[in-house]
């Protein structure tokens, strides 16, 4: 855990951050457990550790909050490491599952910034540890923690209701059997609840706010609007590549074949109940990340990456029995240090053999190959540089319209390092306090008053009725709107 948590720290952004994790920050920093895109994108636990944590007086805000994700990486860490020798009873195996999660891309990229992800997969192998125990030990204080962690994680992200099935059809399975007593299930149903409370507590107040039951309960399964992405269950080649590309990305060694090794083994070892679950969550994680059709989807495959992480170990547990031959743990060792070198030499290569990556390339200060094919953040001020040159390069009184991407860091400058009060940033998702609305009926009047500025003139990007009504004229690191398209 110390490793991690020393890699994860060095790579921890300072300060301000781009998009959802830049939202995150502007969410603690109001102290909103709630957010505004529907409650299965509130994840309450997750803010009320976040919050806590940005109110340690101790360096930068920004700071703070990423940190709750390099810490929470680093406890995932060392769960799979203590899940892994646990189960093998071997050492060398469970270093490199755990080091193969650690500098897998996605996992590493989510530990170094605001994000929720990290902390989720802490504890579903926290949760993994206790169903081990509890299938050698039939405690049933294990079964019992197992209960409580879970809530706690649903309660993180809605991930967590991919294992919660799992772990309820065990519970029915050994009720039916008679292997635990009717109290014991009761109990690992109320712990279960207790962890999930605050989740539960946001359904039930929105549920007396609202009087729409169906509603809320819609709103807590998939969000405002990604019913349609969340049941999805069309699959397109270009998906299909995609998800293929993702998984080459997260794990750039030959210790990748370790995984069939060990899918091979796995009927092999430790209890077959605890087996078949890991099967089962393998499954699952990857059917539903790889036909999410959301923009960020790549990161709906930290769970997968999470359990093929325990297959490369056990894959390394089942080479290592027949193969007494000292080199061949050295070459693990050395393999599993690979995808570092890779990552470091990704966006030069990508860049000269002009791969598109599918990002978006305007914006200041953000280098898109590296931004996005390094996972470390270490020292990178880009967003808190472009907030800067944006809001003191405009006028008094002035709007800014911005998009997901970039309201946050321009928010996060203004209300955090209080820089220009006097400025209007405009979004669809967040807005300075007491902006004007912004839209095709306002704009004239508030462009006769105020000077008014959007970050981009790509579409998708700005309005799309600034784009075929008024000009755009370059200033400085925003576009100025002019009458006259």
Known sequence: ???????????????????????????????????????????????????????????????????????????????????????????????????????SHTFWWHASIAETYTLWAALFLGELVCLLQFTRTRRTACLYLLGLLNGVAVAVHML?????????????????????????????????????????????????????????????????????????????????????????????????????????????????????????????????????????????????YCVVAVMIGTGTHEIMSPVRHRAVPCLIAAFSLLPVGVYAAAPDLAQRANLRIGTRQDIPYRDDYEYFLRPWRTGYRGAERF?????????????????????????????????????WIVSGIASSEGAPPLNEGTMDTLLAEHPVYVVSQTPGYCPAFILEKYRLVKAGALWRVAPGA
């Open 160 to 304: 967590g209701s991919i294992p919660l099935a799992c772990y309820a059809v065990f519970v029915a399975i050994l009720w039916a059997k008679r292997a635990i007593r009717p109290r014991h299930a009761a109990i690992v149903v109320l712990l279960w609840i207790v962890g999930a409370l605050p989740y539960e507590y946001l359904i039930v107040k929105n549920v007396l706010h609202s009087g729409d039951v169906l509603g809320t309960l819609a709103s807590a399964a998939f969000g405002d609007r990604w019913r349609a992405d969340v049941l999805n269950t069309g699959l397109s080649w270009k998906i299909v590549r995609e998800n293929i590309l993702l998984v080459v990305l997260n794990f750039p060694t030959p210790n990748v074949l370790l995984f069939f090794a060990g899918c091979y083994g796995l009927r092999r070892i430790g209890p077959a109940v605890f087996r078949n679950v890991v099967l089962a969550l393998l499954i699952l994680f990857l059917l539903f990340a790889s036909r999410y059709t959301v923009s960020d989807r790549y990161a709906f495959f930290i769970p997968f």
């Open 387 to 423: 907030a800067l040159e944006a809001l003191q390069g405009v006028e008094g009184n002035a709007i800014i319209w911005a998009d997901i991407t970039t309201v946050a860091p321009l928010l996060y400058v203004q209300e955090v390092k209080g820089v220009r009060p006097d400025v």
């Open 1 to 103: 855990m110390i490793a991690a948590a020393i890699l994860y720290g060095i790579s921890c952004a300072p300060g301000a951050v781009w998009q959802d994790s830049g939202l995150i920050q502007y969410r603690v920093w109001h102290g909103d457990i709630e957010g505004r895109l529907g409650l299965a994108l509130s994840h309450p636990s997750y803010y009320i550790v976040a919050i806590a944590a940005g109110h340690v007086p101790l360096g930068e805000f920004g700071h703070r909050v990423n940190l709750v994700s390099a810490l929470a990486g680093a406890f995932a860490v060392a769960n799979l490491y203590l899940l892994m020798r646990l189960w093998l009873g071997r050492t060398f195996p469970a270093v490199i599952a755990a080091v193969t999660l650690a500098l």
